[in-house]
T-cell receptor, first 112, second 111 residues
Framework: DARVTQTPRDKVTEMGQEVTMRCQPI?????VFWYRQTMMQGLELLAY????????DSGMPKDRFSAEMPDATLATLKIQPSEPRDSAVYFC??????????FGPGTRLTVL | QKEVEQNSGPLSVPEGAIASLNCTYS??????FFWYRQYSGKSPELIMF????GDKEDGRFTAQLNKASQYVSLLIRDSQPSDSATYLC???????????FGQGTTLQVKP
């Protein structure tokens, strides 16, 4: 059963703490996307990788967010330091040879 | 003007009716168009994609694309209460290749 997995599913942390979110894309997919979803802004693209190389991270606040793909089976999104305005659901999506993207279950982040 | 526009709704239809969801986009060079369904508290799920002008049918779903009018729609026939969700239209940017999402239309199917 090919699907995108994300961990953790829920994270509650205090302002200033580091948060790391992980994503395992669908095996064989070469593109990974990180999105953030809030009621106010909807779905926003933060960054994406193709063949593990970062292609675009213009949607990310550079001073506190970083995204990496250390190998083909793992993508990470890190926030350091976290702030209350970072509270959102973070989705990873996996893309294959066409433009189709398949979303993971998301990480619900709450920063107090 | 937003790049991808959808009426936020809610769109309310009775069970068994046809639900019609609409989306307009600004990028005339866009080539790929997608509909995602998102249940409350869940992730977006791809339900349809369309690349060519015209209609594409899959079960109870039909996607319609009119590139001249920059308009894409999703029809759901024989709507069921389980179809109640937010439907997100997404369009690939011709500049960047990124997927641009609309804000979504909330559909309510009443038994």
């Amino acid at each position: 059963d090919a699907r995108v997995t994300q961990t953790p599913r829920d994270k509650v942390t205090e302002m200033g703490q580091e948060v790391t979110m992980r994503c395992q894309p669908i095996l064989g997919h070469n593109t990974v996307f990180w999105y953030r979803q809030t009621m106010m802004q909807g779905l926003e693209l933060l960054a994406y990788f193709r063949n593990r190389a970062p292609l675009d991270d213009s949607g990310m606040p550079k001073d506190r967010f970083s995204a990496e793909m250390p190998d083909a089976t793992l993508a990470t999104l890190k926030i350091q330091p976290s702030e209350p305005r970072d509270s959102a659901v973070y989705f990873c999506a996996s893309g294959g040879p066409t433009d189709t993207q398949y979303f993971g279950p998301g990480t619900r982040l709450t920063v107090l | 003007q937003k790049e991808v526009e959808q009426n936020s709704g809610p769109l309310s239809v009775p069970e068994g009716a046809i639900a019609s969801l609409n989306c307009t986009y600004s990028d005339r060079g866009s080539q790929s168009f997608f509909w995602y369904r998102q249940y409350s508290g869940k992730s977006p799920e791809l339900i349809m994609f369309i690349y060519s002008n015209g209609d594409k049918e899959d079960g109870r779903f039909t996607a319609q694309l009119n590139k001249a009018s920059q308009y894409v729609s999703l029809l759901i026939r024989d709507s069921q209460p389980s179809d109640s969700a937010t439907y997100l239209c997404a369009v690939t940017s011709s500049n960047t290749g990124k997927l641009i999402f609309g804000q979504g239309t909330t559909l309510q199917v009443k038994p």
